[in-house]
């Protein structure tokens, strides 16, 4: 995407965030339609996911889903231009907490929050940063408007400790040592380097183990953060687990079982919401063909 394009893009969303919300809504659901029916690689994908993790699905039950799922995408996106250029006050109209006490329960020993690839993770990063400082991690963009747009609007609040995959773990310890919460994102397909074939519904895939590894390395408590959005205009529903206890253990690999099996569960509740759209399963064991045809 050239630099004017992605200008006019981001005008179009400027814009488009003084709508009301419910008109935001509409918005994000049409485009999803329009998506759903040009976007013919990311529907194969989306489709060659669910298939593999819900073998047992009814061809009908499938593609309904993944109307849903492209439908949530964009409403995703549509609706960034609140978090973006709303204020503090704004955006916590339309957020509905559940279980904030289970971080004030550990916020004074180092937390990492685990946040699964739903559609919503942006809004819970974002309510998150308005109330702590913490760190993440980002991935570069192709775009350098996009990219330094993006660092800047993840950054708004607070004083927020923003690194490159490419930096490592080494700045990310030294945060959580610092007293700095870290929002971690362990669940697409890295490749193998840093992680193990951990099943995921039943299927092997490329996982980070790093979960476990920093939370033995700086004694960091593991709590669980989803995002939900809620249906029509009612906004959305963050949540925060308890902190896991018995973790991590001396085992890297049961310790990641765990972490694939408690998203397994979040996504059971919302699959509409999971971000499907990723090759989650790109990565495959030497010898075993591609499942997206590559």
């Known amino acids: ?34 998506f759903y029916a040009f976007a013919h690689q990311r529907r194969h994908i989306a489709g060659t ?21 492209f439908q949530a995408f964009a409403r995703s996106f549509v609706e960034r231009g609140i978090l973006w250029w709303s204020s503090a006050e704004q955006i916590s109209q339309h957020i509905h ?9 550990v916020k004074d020993q180092p937390v990492i929050f685990l946040v699964p690839h739903f559609v919503g993770l942006d809004v819970a990063a974002t309510w998150s940063c308005m109330h702590m400082d913490g760190a993440s991690m980002f991935s570069n963009q192709r775009n350098p408007y996009l990219n330094g747009l993006i660092l800047k609007k993840r950054a708004r609040f607070g004083q927020q400790r923003l690194y490159s995959r490419q930096q490592g773990l080494r700045p990310i310890i030294k945060a959580l040592r610092d007293g700095l919460p870290f929002f971690y994102l362990p669940d697409q397909d890295q490749n193998i380097r840093d992680g193990a074939f951990i099943p995921f519904f039943g299927v092997p895939a490329a996982t980070l183990t790093a979960l476990s590894r920093l939370a033995g390395m700086t004694r960091a408590r593991v709590v669980p953060l989803t995002a939900r959005l809620l ?64």
């Open 97 to 105: 907490v559940i279980g904030w006490e289970h971080y004030l329960a």
């Open 1 to 34: 995407m050239t630099n004017f394009f992605a200008r006019f893009a981001v005008f179009i969303l400027w814009l488009v965030h003084f709508l009301p919300f419910a008109l935001q809504v509409g918005i994000g659901n049409l485009l999803g339609w329009l």
């Open 231 to 294: 249906p029509d205009a009612q906004g959305y529903e963050l949540t925060y687990y308890p902190a896991w206890e018995n973790f991590p253990t001396e085992d890297v690999i049961a310790d990641t079982r765990r972490m694939n099996e408690f998203i397994e569960q979040r996504v059971l509740e919302m699959p509409e919401q999971y971000f499907w759209l990723h090759k989650r399963f790109k990565t495959r064991p030497e010898g075993e063909k591609s499942f997206y045809g590559d």
């Open 49 to 69: 996911n669910l298939r593999l993790c819900f073998p047992e699905m009814k061809v009908a039950d499938r593609n309904q889903l993944i109307r849903k799922n």
